[in-house]
């Protein structure tokens, strides 16, 4: 069984926010397959589906970004889903607007989210899905995160969530975060 998390805030306010690309990205994949998170179950909104034949879980957390490793955590240990079996999607702002990489495990790189899952998985190994929103020019963090994407800024991101797309069903497919590398990053 393989989960993958997109991160984000719930609720209205931050809908299409550059920090809510981890949900803009699930979003996307479920509707290009058609599916809905039909359970509003351990903090967070998900779907237990058959994939190509795989076991898989899709969950967007409710927790507010800072503590999306609870629900992570929650879904993990009920399912008994090992690490190395987890896709986190989440907002990169390190990285050029609509850029992608993809990671196996290591440090949080300064976000709150992916610290809060390395502290309640207990690991950093861990895959991730990181898709850049690039670092605020003259706003302040919080203010960049917080608003959302222009025009041409959303045509990049567009583009990413289509890859993300394919990247999510190579994972799903089994196939190892080396390869994902060697193919998307």
Do not use: C
Request: glycine share 8%; charged share 30%.
């Amino acid at each position: 069984m393989k989960i993958i998390a997109g991160l984000g805030n719930p609720g209205k306010k931050y809908d299409k926010t550059k920090h809510n690309t981890g949900f803009m990205a699930m979003d996307y994949y479920l509707n290009e397959k058609g599916l809905s998170l039909d359970k509003n179950k351990f903090e967070g909104l998900w779907t237990k589906q058959k994939i190509n034949n795989k076991d898989v879980i899709l969950l967007e957390p409710q927790t507010f970004m800072n503590e999306s490793g609870r629900s992570v955590a929650q879904v993990a240990n009920f399912f008994k889903v090992k690490p190395e079996d987890i896709l986190i999607i989440h907002d990169d702002m390190d990285m050029p607007i609509g850029k992608i990489r993809i990671r196996a495990d290591g440090k949080s790189g300064g976000h709150n989210g992916i610290k809060s899952i390395v502290r309640d998985l207990g690991t950093e190994k861990f895959n991730r899905l990181k898709i850049g929103i690039r670092h605020p020019q003259k706003a302040s963090v919080v203010s960049w995160v917080l608003t959302p994407f222009n025009e041409e800024q959303q045509k990049l991101m567009d583009d990413a969530f289509s890859t993300s797309v394919k990247i999510i069903d190579d994972f799903i497919a089994g196939h190892d975060s080396q390869y994902l590398m060697n193919k998307y990053n």
